[in-house]
């Protein structure tokens, strides 16, 4: 069944409910299949290293020769059109600024997600721990960031659809959180869960939907055990007004405050576009 995009969607009073109750929220179908074409056409095309525009990614593109590894590119707006006009949709940043009630939604950084089809192979290779966003960007002045995960094709656990763990926003931030490169799941369940309760939900999507997560949430993913890749591209955004907080935890963001980055300055220069401003 194909979806209509609903591109007029407001955030409601349950909606916040729940994003604050659970720590995370599933949108609407958010893009129309046009569109989720051209961005399936974009991951082949800078896995294959063919960019647009002059830029180049911040670290380069290192593929594995891994084929049950995951692939995982950030900032892919610098070099593809395609996931800078998703990663920068106003419509996005509307629901971000309404889910934080912010009047001002920029982008931090974008990630470019391929998970491999294993099929029944019982490689973890393809995993991504569980950890907390925010267990990366402590250099920010606020966890109240938002992960935008968008969904390629339909997603659901067989091809390895990302889990939250509920409520566990309210967990604060736990040391040790930047746990993604991990693939041991029990192992981090162990590790994270310290006797709370720990009830992993989760994100079953429709192609085009999105989950809007916390910056503190839990959250990871599991083997993708079909045939195909998982395709995703994912927005991490903040509010309008964050900042640099020095001498916490280094971040390859705090080189585009410039050469000589200084405690309190805010991210609102052009690798931080603006989404949505009220
Ligand atoms: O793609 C996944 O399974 C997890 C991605 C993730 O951790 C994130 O986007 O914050």
């Known amino acids: 069944m194909n979806l209509q995009a609903e591109r007029t969607y407001k955030i409601t009073a349950k909606d916040k409910e729940v994003f604050n109750r659970d720590g ?7 893009i129309d299949d046009d569109q989720i074409e051209w961005l399936r056409h974009a991951h ?26 995951l692939r995982k590119l950030d900032n892919g707006w610098w070099i593809n059109d395609e996931i800078r006009k998703v ?30 089809g294993i099929g029944t192979n019982k490689s973890k290779d393809g995993n991504v721990g569980w950890h907390q966003d925010y267990g990366y960007w402590q250099c920010s002045d606020s966890s109240d960031m938002i992960t935008v995960w968008i969904a390629l094709q339909d997603t659901d656990l067989t091809n390895g659809a990302m889990m939250t763990i509920l409520g566990s926003h309210k967990w ?31 994100c079953i999507l429709k192609a085009g939907q ?19 890749p998982r395709l995703s591209v994912v927005a991490h955004v903040m509010k309008g007004g964050t900042r640099y907080r020095a001498g916490i935890q280094r971040h390859d963001n705090i080189r585009l405050l410039g050469p000589r980055p200084v405690d309190g300055q805010a991210f609102d220069n052009d690798y931080f576009p603006v989404l949505f401003k009220r």
């Open 172 to 202: 604060g931030l736990l040391k040790g959180s930047d746990s993604f490169f991990n693939p041991n799941m029990e192992e981090l369940k162990e590790k994270h869960a310290g006797g709370r309760e720990w009830v992993e939900e989760p």
């Open 44 to 69: 082949e095309r800078i896995w294959s290293g063919d960019y647009d525009g002059d830029g180049v990614p911040m670290n380069g593109l290192r593929l594995s020769d891994n084929p049950n590894a």
């Open 24 to 30: 995370y929220w599933i949108s609407p179908k958010l």
């Open 210 to 228: 999105a989950s809007f997560h916390h910056g503190l949430t839990f959250h990871g993913s599991g083997p993708n055990q079909t045939f195909d």
């Open 87 to 116: 990663v920068t949709d106003p419509f996005i940043g509307e629901l971000a600024a309404d889910l934080l009630e912010s009047d001002e939604i920029r982008l931090w950084h974008d990630q470019v997600i391929y998970k491999p």
